[in-house]
Structures are given as structure tokens and as C-alpha cells.
């Protein structure tokens, strides 16, 4: 008797999440492994007087999110997050990580006691005792079930239109492994596994970080030398905290795309090096060239820095990371622009 199909849902619709529901909707059809429809959990809102899940429903596509792109029809958009999830065995966590706690919180009581998770999001949980943990454990804890995670260059209207990239899955279990693979893998999007999931979903956090330096550096006019000494000093420290904090990881996980690669694609093409630009051009806060540039999209770089210091503060460290220290103060107006220059200057790389 063969194994019953497995049903998979989707957490998140934004491009990304719209961009994993595009892949995922085309290659479900090619296995006999899994149940054709896939279920999008999309926070309802309305664009040009219609429902999104509607439009999504009706017309296939994310005209909000991802325009441009097609789902195939068996990608069914849901706003409830509970009946999304309903009966499925492998849960795609695809949200702004300032979400994930709350849509847990959510669905914890109507999860399968044998499903597991995929966490694409990239940044660190903090909790109201201020203490940091990995969005993966988070969404382990209150689920109660094994959560991996994909992270790499992908910038995702890019892996929408098929050109190649490659991602990273963290998974130590080799079954699990290979069915989020066949989900996701396709002849333009290349999946490699390995086992430091820790390792790997920090390096999709500290990178935005990083990235909103390479922001400043461009908004202040520096050049391409000034701004590869911030992808150096900020991989440096990148390295360190993981090494510091994460031992035990396979060294050569930083040259995989989750590592060096996500490094430069965001530190040139992301939404956290162009909004970080306008910030030091404009003179806007955050907050407000957020709603002004990314459609409703959230920014990842400044919350990832506030959540590191709260972990470095944790652990008496906040003075061994000067980079992120100075993006963290400059996206709180405590420094000037200009103070990113001093830390590079400064930094411990060169004392």
C-alpha cells in the first residue's frame, strides 16, 4: 500500500512567498508524492476594490506582491491561516519575521503532530523578556515539530523569471531534506543541502545587516572599493558570531550561497542596501521610506541590528562587533551616517 499524499501549505504571500508558491505549485505536479492543491495563507487587504485572495483565486496571479507572474491554478489563496494549514504535513513558513510568533500562536492547535516546517525568513525572534532565539526554534517550540530552513541569493522577482540561482537547505534529517528539495529545486533554481541549520539561517539575518551598511556607503557617494570593505569587515563579523556562538558548524558553509553569495546579490541589489541609501540622501526615517518604496513589503537590515545588540548585550559582547553596532545607531539617529566610515576605519580588523 503506498504512503498517503502529502498536502503542503504556504505561509506568507508576499514575493517571496508568492515566488515559492510559483515554484512549488508547478513542480507538486511532477511527483506522485504530494496532494495537487497548495494552500497560500494571504493576509487579506484590498487593491483596486477587489479581495486579494480574489484576485489570486480568480486571475492566478499576486497582482500586489508579484505582478507579472502566474500561479498555476492549484496555488488556492486562503485568509484565514488556520484553514490554510489544515491537514498539512509541510508547512513553508514564507513571512516577515516580525509575523512568524503570531501566526504560530495561531495555528499551534491545528498542526499534525507529524508535519514539519520550512522557515525562509530572515532575522531573530525577540521575546517580550528581550531574550533572542532563531526564528526556527521559535517556530519548533510552539509548533512542536522539526523546522528547517532555505536561505541564499535570491532576490525573488529574479528566481520568478527563471534566471539562475541557487539556495541553501538546513536540514539534518535526510528524508525531510530530500522532500523539501523535490519541492523546490527546478532547472534554474539549484538546492544544496547541508546540516548547519543554525549557521545557515543566521548568515540570512546578519547579511541584511550588512547590507544596509553597503546602503549607507552608497548614499554617502563612496565608491565599489569602499563598499567591497564593507562586505569584507561585514563577512568578518559575520563569521565571528557564528563562530562565537554557533560552534561546531562546517567551516566551508560560508561559501555556500547562504553565506558569501546572499552576502553581495543583497548588498547590491536588495531592498535594505536601496532603502538604507535613500535614508542617508533623503533624511526620512526608516519607517517612512519603508511605506514609501517597498509596496507594503517589510525591511529586515535595521530590525536585525537592534536584534542583534539585544543578543550581543545578552552575552556582554556589544563592543566585539563594531559594523553592526554602527548600523544599529545610525538607523536609531544616535549617529550620523558618516560614523559607518569610523567603524570601518577603526575596525579591530586593522588594529
Not at 196 to 203: A, F, G, H, K, R
Request: glycine share 8%.
Amino acid at each position: 500500500m503506498s504512503d498517503p499524499l502529502k498536502r503542503v501549505a504556504i505561509v506568507g504571500s508576499g514575493n517571496w512567498g508568492s515566488t515559492i508558491a510559483k515554484i512549488v505549485g508547478n513542480n507538486i505536479t511532477k511527483f506522485n508524492t504530494f496532494e495537487n492543491e497548495i494552500r497560500m495563507y494571504v493576509f487579506e487587504e484590498m487593491v483596486n476594490g477587489r479581495k486579494l485572495t480574489e484576485i489570486i483565486n480568480e486571475e492566478h496571479e499576486n497582482v500586489k506582491y508579484l505582478p507579472g507572474f502566474k500561479f498555476t491554478p492549484n496555488v488556492v489563496a486562503y485568509p484565514d491561516v488556520v484553514e490554510a494549514v489544515k491537514d498539512a504535513d509541510i508547512l513553508l513558513f514564507v513571512l516577515p519575521h516580525q509575523f512568524v510568533e503570531r501566526a504560530c500562536n495561531a495555528i499551534k492547535s491545528n498542526v499534525k503532530k507529524n508535519a514539519f516546517a520550512v522557515s525562509f525568513s530572515k532575522g531573530f525572534y525577540v521575546g517580550k523578556d528581550k531574550r533572542v532565539d532563531l526564528l526556527s526554534s521559535v517556530i519548533s517550540r510552539l509548533l512542536e515539530i522539526p523546522c528547517y530552513v532555505l536561505m541564499g541569493a535570491n532576490i525573488a522577482t529574479e528566481v520568478a523569471a527563471g534566471t539562475f540561482c541557487e539556495a541553501t537547505v538546513g536540514s539534518r534529517n535526510y528524508e525531510h531534506g530530500q522532500l523539501i528539495k523535490g519541492l523546490i529545486q527546478t532547472e534554474e533554481f539549484r538546492i544544496v543541502i547541508k546540516p548547519d541549520i543554525e549557521v545557515i539561517e543566521v548568515l540570512g539575518a546578519l547579511k541584511n545587516i550588512v547590507a544596509v551598511a553597503a546602503g549607507f556607503s552608497d548614499g554617502l557617494g563612496y565608491g565599489d572599493n569602499t563598499k567591497a570593505a564593507v562586505i569584507r569587515l561585514g563577512l568578518k563579523e559575520m563569521v565571528k558570531f557564528c563562530e562565537e556562538f554557533f560552534p561546531g558548524h562546517h567551516p566551508q558553509i560560508f561559501l555556500e550561497s547562504c553565506g558569501v553569495a546572499d552576502l553581495v546579490t543583497t548588498c547590491y541589489g536588495g531592498r535594505n542596501r536601496k532603502v538604507a541609501a535613500a535614508f542617508v540622501k533623503t533624511g526620512k526615517d526608516i519607517k517612512t521610506l519603508e511605506e514609501e518604496m517597498l509596496n507594503g513589503q517589510k525591511l529586515q537590515g535595521p530590525d536585525a541590528a537592534a536584534e542583534v545588540q539585544e543578543w550581543l548585550r545578552d552575552k556582554g559582547q556589544a563592543n566585539k562587533f563594531p559594523l553592526f553596532a554602527a548600523v544599529h545607531e545610525i538607523c536609531e539617529r544616535r549617529l550620523e551616517p558618516t560614523a559607518l566610515i569610523d567603524a570601518l576605519r577603526h575596525h579591530p580588523e586593522f588594529w
